[in-house]
């Protein structure tokens, strides 16, 4: 299907969907959406060299990931937010250019990424709290959109993010109203900015609550299963264990469970469980009840509507810096009850 068929198809002019299709910023955003959905479920590929030599555009959106000792960012939420920003590429005509660097060769990657102008913008992962690939970026003038936020940089900067303070707020309230007290965080890296938002939301419901933040019932990693695993199994070796956790991944979870179910304690029974869920194409946290109760933004939308904020950013940057907060919805499931009879009357 060629752009004439296509906009035959939608009853619209030739114009407004190349414009939509590039994110031009006066087709209404209504229209954008439904003309950018058809052309995914239509198959339509916009030939990217033509519109290359026509705009002079590279046609492709870089993502340098880290490679990091400290933290990985190849994991399966990456995964899915590129699937998602990659439906949206290709409906728009662009590729993808995706960049592997150690950490101490980030701004060089950047630097020689402008000098050669083979991507006409880029999404950044993984912020920390201060990041200056922000300050470099912005220094570099190329249009970028960070996947989440840095807390502490005060400079304007296009952003999309999951309102992970009070998402993990309302999950810590929710165990709290159960009647728990002794609750645990097994949290991702606190220098990642989404991890230190997610346990500021825990300790402001704790503090709200009366209740004493226990450094031990504490935990940072990177999320994997074995932290879940090997934090639960510390915990409950304790003298007085949590009859709760949160945890910053269903991945994280899903050690919990393997700790617990090697001891014989039932989820949602002898302890409660609530995760974050981002909603992972292999990893469905999804049934009629959910197996574990969980605050769920699903990564993969993420990754759509930050790549049309970036095309959009492209086709006029004089737009930005645009920023979007999303919130996540509760879910509950199996994993969470009321707190067991030895937690002790509720105060």
Known sequence: MNLKQLSEHLGLSQTTVSRALNGYPEVREETRRRIVSVAREVGYIPNARAKGLATGRAMSIGHVIPVSKAHEMVNPVFADFISGASEVYTAAGYDLTLSMVEDGAQEARYRDIRAKGNVDGLILHGPHRTDHRIDLLSELGLPFVVHGRASDMDAPYSWIDMNNRRAFKRA??????????????????????????????????????????????????????????????????????????????????IGVRHALDETGLTLGRDISLVTHDDDLGYLRNRAAVPVFTATRSSVREHGKR?????????????TGPVQELLEADLIIGRSTGPAPALEGPVV
Request: hydrophobic share 45%; glycine share 8%; no cysteine.
């Open 306 to 318: 930050a790549a049309e904020m970036l095309l959009s950013l492209i086709a006029d940057p004089e």
């Open 172 to 253: 810590t309230q929710l165990l709290i109203e159960l009647g728990h007290r002794r609750i645990a965080l097994i949290n991702g890296l606190e220098t990642m900015d989404f991890a230190w938002r997610r346990r500021e939301g825990y300790l402001a419901a704790l503090e709200e609550a009366g209740i004493a933040p226990n450094p031990e019932l504490m935990v940072q990693g990177e999320m994997t299963e074995e932290l879940g695993y090997s934090a639960m199994r510390k915990m409950r070796g304790m003298d007085a264990p949590p009859t709760a956790v949160l945890t910053s991944s269903v991945i994280t979870a």
